[in-house]
């Protein structure tokens, strides 16, 4: 009989043996921007997430930066949608104009930018419709996405993420940008991106829920494993610099399979419904919330993944400081 309990009697034994660890460097942090000043609005679906003015979120970099979080991926709420998304087009737009801002403040965070049209339409899909089939058209939202991307690129972003899950969407974001002259400029896709149930919550903040239908017809479907390996593939041989799997929990097999298949780096994005679940399981005191969100995320790193996309990042920011 082996003794595999001799290697855990002792905690620094433990420490020595342990294989898999979270860091801060780790993390990337979402944040919600609309305009205003003064305004910091939570969500009920989502305790201690924040649609947030631009003052407001001038603030919080500082905050993060203090807890060293220095990566934030940014989501635009726009004044005005209409059917094109035309404020994520615009060099003023809401998106354009936070990361100016964030980028002139603080020159050393690391900007990220969620590229897509949900928030930004006033039909809430990711594209620009096509109503004979009633879905988003692939190309036409190519040729918006392209634009999209140049805007932030002017605006200083230093990495975007495409997240509409359109076919073609990095090789059509990677000449864009090679010819626009950004080519030193990274994408991290959304490769393999599911139609889930968990991004309810997500939906409250940024105001992008679909007002007819839903995102099967564009995100994939959960029940599909070979076809979410090829997706990240296929983003991978169009030029995508980081990997990323979405929603997390549900999907750790996939994590895997990605990490086992490709050797570009892997992010998981650890969702808005997954936040709320602990959250609210936390609140009302059912489960130590500490203790079980930092399992969470050695989950996530132990099934492979590089980097970890989570509105918990403060809170694991602030446990692994003690
Ligand atoms: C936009 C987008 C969504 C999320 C990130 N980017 C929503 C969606 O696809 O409906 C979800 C993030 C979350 O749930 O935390 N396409
Ligand atoms: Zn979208």
């Given amino acids: 009989m082996n003794r595999l309990r001799r290697t855990r009697l002792n905690s620094t034994l433990r420490s020595l043996v342990r294989e898999t660890h979270v860091s801060v460097d780790d993390f990337i942090y979402p944040l919600f921007v609309r305009s205003g000043e003064g305004i910091k609005t939570e969500v009920t679906s989502m305790p201690g997430v924040f649609q947030m003015s631009l003052d407001e979120i001038l603030k919080e970099c500082s905050t993060l930066r203090a807890l060293g979080l220095n990566s934030i991926l940014l989501f635009g709420i726009p004044d005005v949608k209409d059917s094109v998304g035309s404020d994520a087009l615009c060099d003023h737009g809401i998106i354009a104009s936070a990361v100016r801002a964030i980028k002139a403040a603080y020159p050393s965070m690391f900007v990220v930018t969620d590229l897509c049209f949900c928030e930004y339409t006033d039909h809430g899909h990711c594209g620009i419709l096509d109503h004979v089939h009633e879905t988003v058209d692939n190309d036409l939202t190519l040729g918006i996405s392209a634009q999209q991307a140049l805007v932030h690129a002017r605006a200083g972003v230093d990495m975007i993420a495409p997240s509409g ?154 446990l692994l400081r003690q």
């Fill in 165 to 318: 899950m359109m076919d073609g969407i990095i090789a059509t974001l990677r000449t864009a940008l090679d010819e626009g002259g950004y080519p030193n400029l990274p994408i991290m896709a959304y490769s393999t991106k599911f139609a889930s149930g968990y991004y309810g919550p997500f939906r409250d903040v940024a105001e992008s829920s679909p007002s007819f239908g839903d995102r099967s017809s564009y995100q994939m479907d959960p029940c599909n494993r070979m076809e979410a390996i090829r997706e990240s593939l296929e983003d991978e041989a169009q030029g995508a610099d980081i990997l990323m799997v979405k929603p997390a929990l549900a999907y750790l097999d996939i994590i895997r399979d990605i990490r086992e298949n490709s050797r570009l780096p892997l992010a998981v994005y650890n969702v808005s419904g997954e936040y709320a679940m602990l959250k609210y399981a936390g609140n009302a005191g059912l489960i130590d919330y500490n203790r079980v969100m930092m399992e969470t995320m050695i989950g996530f790193k132990r099934a492979g993944a590089d980097i970890i996309i989570s509105y918990h990042a403060k809170e694991v920011a602030q």
